[in-house]
């Protein structure tokens, strides 16, 4: 069993992005993040976006916002940041506290700045096997943590839990694309499923993205297979002086010995996915300005 290393697979790509922006003449590609109200969570993601930004030599601008703004004026400020030519990357933090709708809010954001890929002409574009869109940085970091680990999707059965616009439709999309890494062949699984460990376990790839901690047993998985835990929970434990521990989709402890390869929580699909955003970032930078 090998336990694929997330951090050290995002530190290689950010490397990458580092160099690549080096080169670069005139200004910094630029990502605008937006953070409604003080969730615990939200700060730390964003905290660490910041972080990763700042190593690669991106510049961030961080906006915070309270938790009374309105619906009217988010979309405004998302306007403002469209027409603003300083700014290549808009990334609306989520969740957003309710009422404040993310749809509305991924839609409203430009197509050409949607580094998070949720905007509907880039889900369209995804669909198409266009490349010029972007694509949603948890299932893009997926792909490239699977690959960087040396495992082969074309042929392999890939079975992904859950079927969110966020990783699981994507990573589906991105697996069964006519392209040399990927031509896998896909199922895709969620809560109504019937005899859904009968399916789990005919899986090469699992990749669980449910919300559910510790959701997947070892029943549930075919031996030598690969499993991708994309969960993050914190549940509660009052031994640690947080009060919770995080866990991912997966019980690891019954399931990493069946595996061939596992992605850990926390450690694994976390670093990709910024690392992924701000590989998007750059890319959004390369198209504003010709380069691509």
């Not at 700014?87 to 580094?115: C, N, T, Y």
């Not at 042929?155 to 439709?169: D, N």
């Not at 595996?259 to 690392?275: D, E, L, N, Q, Y």
């Amino acid at each position: 069993m090998e336990i694929i290393d997330g951090n050290q697979i995002a530190a290689s790509v950010t490397a990458d992005l580092k160099a690549e922006v080096a080169r670069f003449t005139g200004r910094r590609p630029c990502i605008t993040l937006i953070r409604v109200g003080e969730d615990p969570a939200s700060v730390s993601y964003v905290r660490k976006k910041e972080k990763t930004a700042a190593e690669i030599g991106l510049e961030s601008r961080l906006i915070l916002l309270p938790v009374t703004i309105t619906q009217p004026e988010l979309c405004t400020l998302v306007d403002q940041l469209n027409t603003d030519d300083g700014v290549d990357g808009i990334l609306v933090q989520s969740p957003l506290p309710k009422p404040l709708s993310e749809v509305a809010v991924f839609r409203r954001i430009a197509a050409h700045k949607d580094v998070d890929g949720f905007h509907t002409l880039n889900l369209g574009k995804l669909a198409q096997e266009d490349d010029t869109g972007f694509v949603a940085c948890t299932p893009a970091g997926i792909i490239e943590m699977l690959q960087r680990s040396g495992v082969t999707l074309s042929g392999k059965h890939i079975v992904v839990l859950g079927r969110s616009l966020i990783v699981g439709k994507p990573a589906a999309l991105l697996a069964m694309q006519r392209k040399p890494w990927a031509n896998a062949t896909v199922t895709i699984c969620h809560s109504q499923t019937a005899n859904l460990p009968a399916l789990t376990r005919q899986a090469d790839i699992l990749i669980a993205a449910i919300g559910k901690p510790e959701f997947v047993t070892a029943d549930m998985v075919k031996p030598g297979a690969v499993v991708i835990d994309v969960g993050v929970n914190r549940v509660p434990d009052s031994s640690r002086k947080t009060g919770y521990r995080l866990t991912g989709d997966v019980h690891f402890a019954s399931v990493a010995p069946l595996c061939a390869k596992i992605s850990p929580v926390p450690g694994g699909v976390g670093p990709m996915t910024v690392a992924m955003l701000m590989k998007n970032t750059v890319k959004a930078y390369r198209q504003n300005h010709g380069l691509a």
